[in-house]
């Protein structure tokens, strides 16, 4: 029996249901918007399309991206994503929505490094002292050695050193 794939609802691709933006409750492609120069027509499939990131090759006219940019706003979706996904600048999003989109302000590093936390020195008697002895061309001390065997019975055993026993460790 060969299974069915699962059907694509109201144009959403497989697998992307969960995180789709519908644009419109209505199944109609286009909707009138009222501007100051008039009624403009907005293809709400390309809208959906920029809204949900699927916008390979289309343009969108001035007022479809600002219809798309409104919903993404309206979403609390982040600016620089809104100006990818709808083709305008930060500069031109920052004047359709004075005030409502907050610029992330990057600071320089000013030339501070990040320092590690210090790690604790391997004790002797540990497999991890005995790494030390090797690393500083010393000659590992009977503890170090009696751990560094222990450990690789161990590994020959499981495979691992992770759950290895330790012997008695001294502070070096």
């Known amino acids: 029996m060969r299974l069915q794939p699962r059907a694509i609802e109201h144009g959403v691709p497989v697998g992307r249901q969960r995180d789709w933006i519908p644009v419109s409750s209505f199944p109609v492609p286009t909707v009138w918007l009222a501007t100051p120069d008039g009624l403009?027509?907005?293809d709400m499939i390309a809208v959906e399309l920029a809204v949900n990131g699927l916008r390979k090759g289309w343009t969108l006219t001035r007022d479809e991206k600002w219809f798309a940019a409104r919903l993404m706003l309206d979403r609390k979706i982040p600016y620089s994503i809104i100006s990818t996904r709808v083709g305008a600048s930060s500069a031109t999003l920052g004047d359709w929505f004075p005030g409502g989109i907050?610029?992330?302000?990057?600071?320089?590093d000013r030339g501070k490094k990040r320092r590690r936390k210090p790690t604790p020195s391997?004790?002797?008697?540990?497999r991890s002292g005995h790494r030390r002895h090797i690393r500083r061309r010393e000659h590992a001390c009977q503890p170090c050695r009696d751990a560094k065997q222990l450990a690789d019975r161990f590994y020959r055993e499981h495979g691992t050193y992770v759950g290895a026993p330790l012997p008695?460790?001294?502070?070096?």
């Open 40 to 42: 403009v027509l907005l």
């Open 102 to 108: 907050e610029p992330t302000v990057i600071r320089p």
């Open 122 to 126: 391997p004790l002797c008697g540990t």
């Open 168 to 172: 008695e460790a001294v502070p070096l």
